[in-house]
């Protein structure tokens, strides 16, 4: 297991040095940044500078090549200004997922309405929705079925906080919290994260339901 701690040390230098002070931000994410990471978690990083070219980005990928554990390294990269102008139903669950390492996301907080809570929920449970039903139809691929849970996830923790007015981000804790029906979501999301078995067609047609009902709403 990756001693993260030490990890994110070494990747904070390293952007510093590469970008100096042009780094206005760098935080953590996923279930390295949540306490549920396992030996083949993702290292979901997060990177904001002043402004970003395409130099930038030849400079950043440079700087990752340097880095241990390459192949785990992923995240979002970005200037201020295109952040401040992101659509705000994305920018629900990228805030409030994200660990600061460096600086922090507080110019965010004032475009995370009410409306934006709804729109994160609206537009998740449609994808998913959409996705479930193309992959029962066409891909039947238990992967893209994982990462479809893993989605609907993310839309339980929005419908959480607009209950709530809480950000619950460890799973275990949100599965407490919300209802049956989205309980279910959360712990089958949760036993195939674990590597349960994929049972296709049994958890296809629960998300297919979940998501079609809370459009419906």
Known sequence: MIDIS??????VDA???????RVLFI????????????????????????????????????????LPHRELICGFL???DELLHWEPSDLFQFYYDTKPLKGNLDDLRGLLDTDAVERAI????????HGCVH??????????????YKSASFAVQAICYRKTGQYVSR???????VDAGDRRIVEIYMELKQGGRVRFDEMSEILFAWSGSRIKE
């Open 6 to 11: 030490v990890w994110v040390k070494q990747f």
């Open 15 to 21: 952007v510093t040095a590469c970008f100096g002070e």
């Open 27 to 66: 935080g953590l994410q996923g279930s390295y940044g949540r306490g549920e990471a396992s030996d083949t978690s993702d290292i979901d990083m997060v990177v904001i500078l002043d402004t970003l070219s395409a130099t930038d980005i030849a400079a950043y990928r440079k700087m990752l090549d340097t």
């Open 78 to 80: 970005s200037g201020k």
């Open 122 to 129: 609206r537009i998740g449970v449609c994808n998913l929705y």
């Open 135 to 148: 992959n029962m139809l066409y891909e039947k691929s238990e992967d893209i079925l994982k990462s479809l």
């Open 171 to 177: 799973q275990k804790e949100l599965a407490e919290m």
